[in-house]
């Protein structure tokens, strides 16, 4: 039995009074797609957030690979020292709702940064990563242009392959595809999927129910702070045990969720 790659355990955060996550507890296994999916303020992006120490926890620990990091401070949690939380954080890539490229740098130079910068790669071994990655994405024909001359589904295809570049252990999703016009959706879970297809370890935010069913190994529903129920596709989506499972997944599919 192969340990696994993230281990959550008895994660909590509060924002004031408000309890945001609630003593959650989950596993990842290598090469794992993990969707979470819940209504607004369930706690799914904090989660996300505290995996990478966008936000700190309040209690509880996070392992990722061979890093742990425990928080037993509750409102006092500090984040570690620069060189720690730098090392912690190259586990993991994030991708956001919004795609946060630097305007004034083109593409290239958007995937390059990241490398050249925080891992000290020379330009040379960056820009052929950066090349490699937008011709995974489907842009590298795009390389010499700047963000506002991309739609929406191309900025967001940059922003996986800004991700990508520090080679990651996990991609985490919040909701990469809910500021896309509808038609521009669909290339930007393409690219995703082809991701998890190649093995890539990935947890996701998202509201997309038919491709959580299609390319998720296990589906964490959240409510409130906690996980409600957590299992395959086939379970979770199709066959809900919860009430609050079938309620929520009746806004998309009717009664047959």
């Known amino acids: 039995m192969t340990s696994p790659i993230i281990s959550i355990n008895n994660l909590k955060k509060s924002f004031g009074q408000l309890s945001v996550l609630k003593d959650v507890s989950l596993e990842v296994n290598k090469a794992e797609v993990v969707a979470l999916l819940g209504p607004s303020g369930s706690g799914k992006s904090t989660l996300l957030r505290c995996l990478n120490l966008l936000t700190v926890p309040d209690g509880g620990s996070i392992q990722i690979n061979d890093n742990t990091m425990t928080f037993t401070n509750g409102k006092h949690s500090k984040l570690p020292k620069d060189k720690a939380l730098a090392q912690f954080r190259a586990n993991t890539g994030m991708v956001f709702q919004q795609f946060n490229l630097f305007p004034h740098m083109s593409v290239l130079r958007n995937v390059m940064e990241g490398p050249v910068t925080v891992k000290k790669m020379p330009k040379a071994q960056a820009e052929a990563l ?19 001359m991309l739609s929406g589904g191309q900025k967001q295809r940059v922003a996986i392959a800004r991700a990508l570049a520090m080679e990651p252990a996990v991609m985490l999703f919040d909701e990469a595809t809910s500021a896309l016009d509808p038609e521009l959706v669909g290339e930007v879970l393409g690219v995703m999927k ?30 409130d702070g906690v996980v409600v129920e957590a299992g395959p596709p086939s379970i979770v989506i199709d066959n809900p045990k919860c009430d609050a499972t079938r309620s929520f997944l009746s806004h998309f599919y009717g009664n047959n969720a």
């Open 194 to 223: 082809s991701l998890a297809s190649e093995g890539m370890t990935m947890i996701l935010v998202t509201h997309e129910i038919a491709f959580a069913r299609e390319v998720a190994d296990k589906v964490v529903f959240m409510r």
């Open 130 to 148: 950066a090349l490699k990655l937008l011709g995974k994405v489907g842009l590298a024909d795009r390389a010499d242009y700047y963000p506002d």
